[in-house]
């Protein structure tokens, strides 16, 4: 089965989560007087999860028929392997990491370690280069965000 | 109106918001001009500078300025790299490149620059004119209409925005919608779809779905296919000048595909890229013989036809924004979510309650082209520039600045793990040829559609209201119209191809 379907299969499966609570779970919640209103908070809900069944199916099912442009796409998932896959998920699991540790850690000490490690992960090896300018990079950021916008951003680790 | 334009004029001639149109259209260019990063991956990371501004009317100058310096700085790298780095100058490449491996890179420039500069001033002046008046009948519209209003949209947008599948771009629209309904509605005090997650009571933040869905998989993909961020020495760029008579040639050109450009740019999921394409086409099939040879070669109106038009349309697309309320393309979606981020709602009571926001806007368009045309065109030879910042750090900054925009917004450090996961769906969406812009204009106007369809429900008890109000039926079936014909036509087309043997 295709990309395509896979996805419009998660959506469906998703979806249907999504009516079933919308059709059975949350209207016992409605205090008595919002049920004299003609729309409940579930009403448009219910609609959509309708619409989006429906949709998904036809895509499911391939039941429309789409003209085969036979055009080379722009990112092709069937030439994944090809692709240059493990720096894709480096940087993923380093935005995780910095989405972990920018709390605990303090913005500066964070970024600094996300530029350098995403740097890094892509090839870069000038680490004369990659330093000085990670941590200016840092720097100069901070300094925008916290003081001249002022949104408070912790600058250092917890523990300073 | 007269009032109206000073009370712009007054408004965006102030220091600050001066300011905001140079430094927009400067960072627009810049950014825009980087390969694979659309005018809308950039507003979105400029979305949390401008909320924190906080004046609205500098806000959204500033956000304009990034939205035409992209599209500026877009047809830069189109022609001296061959690189578009926004979807709506993929067309200037066409004739753009072609000039400037003939060495006449800087008269490319010149000619994109004035084009720009032309389609973007008229552009603004159609604006001034029509909007007042499409505004003055929106005026009449009902709740209810405006709900049968963001329905057509939707499915233009849909029936536009699917590359030859409109049920995909339809499904996307729609689980936007259905992310909108995650979280507290404002006419129901009540959380809905949270899961009983508190971080998700208010709902997903449009900032961070804006850049899970543009300047995260963008960036992912340069990751993963470095030809996609192609680079070269942009060489010496020199001779800016272009001679009378190549004036005289593209004036035609240039009156023409402004006034095209932005009607196309008025239509709601059309915007620039169709409109660039259309003007080329256009102008390819008027030209006269001996022209059209010379077309894809390196033609001087093969180069202005899609700039003036591409610039057109991007002010078009305002019209439906600042008078309706409702989106046309991805970018004023964006533009909208900031809006509403900063308590002024778009729509036709702007031009009445809020005029200085309103004017101050198209009057920053004037200032916003002419800061392209006399700054950035000297510059340009230095700002090519940053087409060398290799890669490798290029894209850890692009990444640090998406997850930055999320986290300021919120200040949640979950919000990043929601990006992360969200910019992953993302991806996997657009590997399999999923249309994101409809995801999230579903989701901007979600909330606005649902208001509109309760209230209409409120007054009329019921959907009575659909068959009360002709006007509201009408555009229900238009918009009906426009999801199921072109699956229709798609499935006749392919019987018949089906049918026809073929000849051996």
Redesign the interface.
Known sequence: MALDRWVAFVILCVTMAYGYAAFFTMDALLPPFMQRNPIWPSTFPKVLAVLTIITALIILLGLEKSEDTGKEPDIDYRRLGDYHLIPALTLLALMVGYALILRPGGFLFATFAFLVLGSFALGERKFHIMLPVSALASFIVWYLVDEVLGIFLRPWPFFI | MIEGLLIGLSAAFSIQNLLMVIAGCLIGTFIGMLPGLGPMSIIAIMIP?AI?IGDPSAAIILLAGVYYGAIFGGSTSSILLNAPGVAGTVASSFDGYPMARKGQAGKALTIAAIASFAGGSIGALLLMIFAPMLSTVALLFHSAEYFALMVVGLSAIAAFAG??????A??MT??G??MA?VGE?A??N?P??TMGLMDLQSGFSFITLAMAMFALPEA??L????ARSAQGASGKIENLRITREEGRKIAPVIGRQSIQGFFIGVLPGAGATIASFLGYAVERNIASKEEQEEFGKGAIKGLAAPETANNAACTGSFVPLLTLGIPGSGTTAILLGALIALNVTPGPRLMIDEPQIFWAVIISMYIGNLVLLILNLPLIPYIAKVLSI????L???I??FT??GS??GQ?N??E??L??GM??CAT???????PLAPLLIGFILGGML?DN??RS??L???VGFVIDRPMTLGLLVIAALLVIVP?YR??R???RKEGVAEGD
């Open positions: 500078v924190t590359t030859g599948n409109v049920a995909k339809v499904l729609l689980v919608l259905v309904t509605g006419l129901f009540m809905r779809f992912l993909f990751v993963l296919n470095p290799p890669r490798n750090y894209i850890p900054f990444l640090f997850l930055m986290y300021i200040n450090a979950t990043l793990l990006l992360v910019g992953i996997v969406l657009k590997f399999a040829d999923y649902e369809f309760a429900m409120q009329y008890d019921g699956s798609a499935r087309a392919k019987a």
